[in-house]
């Protein structure tokens, strides 16, 4: 079983940028997609970013452009460059592997929160 452990939120004004790392405690090399997921206060988690083994990255319409993530195999890292960041990015983020649409392969970890705010 993979652990995740996510790191790098904190507090940034509108249009800062911050960059999100989530360690595996296992390998990542086999997993086929990473992704990045986010759950503001009161609302679901959602997926915002995803990147797949073969390099192909897809973006949910409210990140695209400003959010760019990346994946280091060999040292079992997911990483997240968010840029020109808004209030509406306020949320923890999270990262895990997607299993189809709705659903995640492995445990989630304790996220990192990400406030955007003047």
């Known amino acids: 079983q993979v652990q995740f452990v996510e790191s790098g939120g904190g507090l940034v004004q509108p249009g800062g940028s911050l960059r999100l790392s989530c360690v595996a405690s296992g390998s990542i090399f086999s997993i086929g997609a990473m992704g990045w997921y986010r759950q503001a206060p009161g609302k679901p988690r959602d997926l915002v970013a995803q990147l797949t083994s073969d390099g192909s990255s897809t973006y949910a319409d409210s990140v695209k452009g400003r959010f760019t993530i990346s994946r280091d195999n060999a040292n079992n890292t997911v990483y997240l460059e968010m840029n020109s960041l808004k209030p509406e990015d306020t949320a923890v983020y999270y990262c895990?592997?997607?299993?189809?649409?709705?659903?995640?392969?492995?445990?989630w970890g304790q996220g990192t929160r990400v406030t955007v705010s003047s």
């Open positions: 895990n592997a997607p299993v189809g649409s709705r659903f995640v392969q492995f445990k």
